[in-house]
């Protein structure tokens, strides 16, 4: 079992960036992905960004090329890097193992991009 906390939220500005954090209760060095979801009022949720042990990445289209995940094994915490934020990026964030396993699911954490 693990709790997951995600952390780093926030009112934006289009344009603008956030870094999200998400901090796990043990260690995830055994758990091979690891990844973000995100899920906007009145849609499903749908996972942003992956990122495996060995460091390799997947990403979203709608996200490629401005959100960038990363882990650090050492410190139990998993990141994304949002930049060029836009109205449709506004969402609860969550981060889970890649496929996600129910009972990890923690609070999220709100990101909202608005003028």
């Known amino acids: 079992q693990v709790q997951l906390v995600e952390s780093g939220g926030g009112l934006v500005q289009p344009g603008g960036s956030l870094r999200l954090s998400c901090a796990a209760s043990?260690?995830?060095?055994?758990?091979?992905?690891m990844a973000w979801y995100r899920q906007a009022p009145g849609k499903e949720r749908e996972r942003v960004a992956s990122?495996?042990?060995?460091?390799?990445?997947n990403y979203a289209d709608s996200v490629k090329g401005r959100f960038t995940i990363s882990r650090n094994n050492a410190n139990n915490t998993v990141y994304l890097q949002m930049h060029s934020l836009n109205p449709e990026d506004t969402a609860v964030y969550y981060c889970?193992?890649?496929?996600?396993?129910?009972?990890?699911w923690g609070q999220g954490t709100q990101v909202t991009v608005s003028s």
């Open positions: 990122i495996t042990n060995g460091g390799r990445r």
């Open positions: 043990r260690s995830i060095s055994s758990i091979y992905g």
């Open positions: 889970n193992s890649a496929p996600p396993i129910y009972r990890y």
